[in-house]
């Protein structure tokens, strides 16, 4: 999903400053992922990174969800980014 990480955690070893900003998966990747209706439980999460940064995570959860109708579908996150985003769309009502 993401390799970019919006904490920096003491026990955690993930450097950012490694990083490019534009490496997000491509939500047309996942449409190719046909096979994913065969599985019972995908988690939407990377070893590490956030993946709520990834600008194409509500279409990559879209996308697997159409196809993997009945599998159990998770995604950890630690709530910064969605904290961020709930803010900004209720400032915009």
Same mark, same amino acid.
């Given at each position: 999903? &993401?390799? $970019? *990480?919006?904490?920096?955690?003491?026990?955690?070893?993930?450097? %950012?400053?490694?990083?490019?900003?534009?490496?997000?998966?491509?939500?047309?990747?996942?449409?190719?992922?046909?096979?994913?209706?065969?599985? &019972?439980? $995908? *988690?939407?999460?990377?070893?590490?990174?956030?993946?709520?940064? %990834?600008?194409?995570?509500?279409?990559?959860?879209?996308?697997?969800?159409?196809?993997?109708?009945?599998?159990?579908?998770?995604?950890?996150?630690?709530?910064?980014?969605?904290?961020?985003?709930?803010?900004?769309?209720?400032?915009?009502?």
């Amino acid at each position: 999903m &993401s390799n $970019i *990480c919006n904490q920096q955690c003491l026990f955690c070893s993930h450097d %950012n400053s490694c990083v490019m900003d534009d490496n997000w998966l491509d939500a047309g990747l996942f449409n190719k992922m046909k096979w994913l209706k065969y599985v &019972s439980h $995908i *988690c939407l999460s990377s070893r590490s990174g956030e993946r709520l940064l %990834n600008p194409h995570f509500p279409q990559i959860a879209d996308i697997v969800r159409r196809i993997a109708q009945y599998s159990h579908i998770d995604a950890f996150t630690n709530g910064l980014a969605l904290r961020e985003k709930l803010g900004r769309y209720r400032r915009q009502l």
